[in-house]
Nanobody, 128 residues
Framework: QLQVAESGGGLVQSGGSLRLSCAAS????????VGWFRQAPGKGREGIAC???????YYGDSGKGRFTIFRDSAKNTVYLQMNSLEPEDTAVYSC??????????????????????WGQGTQVTVSS
């Protein structure tokens, strides 16, 4: 069964850091573009950061400057390092993998949420 699963969410104080993990099973994550998305209560889903199979990264407005997306090929995992967290970052964070077929750019993936495999999401809560 092909799937991805997130972990690493939790409660953190404003200014703190968290590292989210997106682990794949049943397929090699290096061959896919991977994105991190979030959805806060009452808001739509937004793309935070995406990384392609070559390692190029794209960050949405909310991810620029404070968040970093990176791969660990040995662990078949993609991470999202989040620093200087603010209460406005409180949301359910989900990762998704997409087989781009050399067509979909990570900018489009992040902007449109084009994903083949979604994880179940992990809650991040930032207290003030």
């Amino acid at each position: 069964q092909l799937q991805v699963a997130e972990s690493g969410g939790g409660l953190v104080q404003s200014g703190g850091s968290l590292r989210l993990s997106c682990a794949a099973s049943g397929f090699t994550l290096d061959e896919y573009a991977v994105g991190w998305f979030r959805q806060a209560p009452g808001k739509g889903r937004e793309g935070i950061a995406c990384i392609d199979s070559g390692g190029s990264q794209y960050y949405g407005d909310s991810g620029k400057g404070r968040f970093t997306i990176f791969r660990d090929s040995a662990k078949n995992t993609v991470y999202l390092q989040m620093n200087s967290l603010e209460p406005e970052d409180t949301a359910v964070y989900s990762c998704g993998a997409h087989w781009t077929r050399g067509i979909t750019t990570i900018q489009v993936m992040c902007g449109s949420g084009i994903v083949d495999y979604w994880g179940q999401g992990t809650q991040v809560t930032v207290s003030s």
